[in-house]
């Protein structure tokens, strides 16, 4: 019987790159059903298993790596669409933009959200993410 480990991708764009660079090494690999997962987890989280080999796992772990470390280095895409037409938009957010939120928020009883400094988002989807 064969052992199987799991590495978790964010997104389904990211185990189909993962799981190509895997090819590249020689390591043989399948992606969990996404349907399935996403029944598991919610619809929400996109997140998606990549399926390799137990005797395969401690390299794919280091392909992971290498792959996360050159996709750093590679212009963003849109982990929704797979767009690469992303900018980065920055948020400068002054003390007296931030005194009302933090005031109705106190009111409200409801967790304060800071604006993120940098956030990229898709001209083709209108998705915004951190990076």
Same mark, same amino acid.
């Given at each position: 019987m064969v052992k199987i480990k799991e590495i978790t991708c964010n997104s389904p764009i990211e185990a189909e790159g993962f799981r190509s660079f895997l090819r590249?090494? %020689?390591?043989?690999?399948? #992606?969990f059903d996404e349907a399935n997962s996403k029944v598991a987890r919610g619809i &929400?989280?996109? *997140?998606?298993?990549? &399926?390799?080999?137990?005797?395969?796992?401690?390299?794919a772990m280091k392909v992971y790596q290498s792959y996360l470390s050159e996709q750093q280095n590679v212009m963003p895409w849109c982990p929704k669409c797979g767009s690469e037409n992303v900018f980065l938009q /920055?948020?400068?957010?002054? /003390? /007296? *933009? *931030? &005194?009302p939120r933090f005031l109705a928020a106190l009111l409200? !009883?409801?967790? #304060? %959200? !800071?604006? /993120?400094?940098?956030?990229?988002?898709?001209n083709n989807c209108g998705h915004e993410w951190e990076r």
């Open positions: 590249e090494a %020689g390591i043989e690999s399948n #992606i &929400l989280d996109q *997140r998606v298993e990549v &399926l390799v080999k137990e005797e395969d796992y401690e390299q /920055t948020n400068k957010c002054a /003390t /007296t *933009r *931030r &005194l409200a !009883f409801v967790p #304060i %959200g !800071f604006c /993120t400094s940098r956030k990229y988002v898709c």
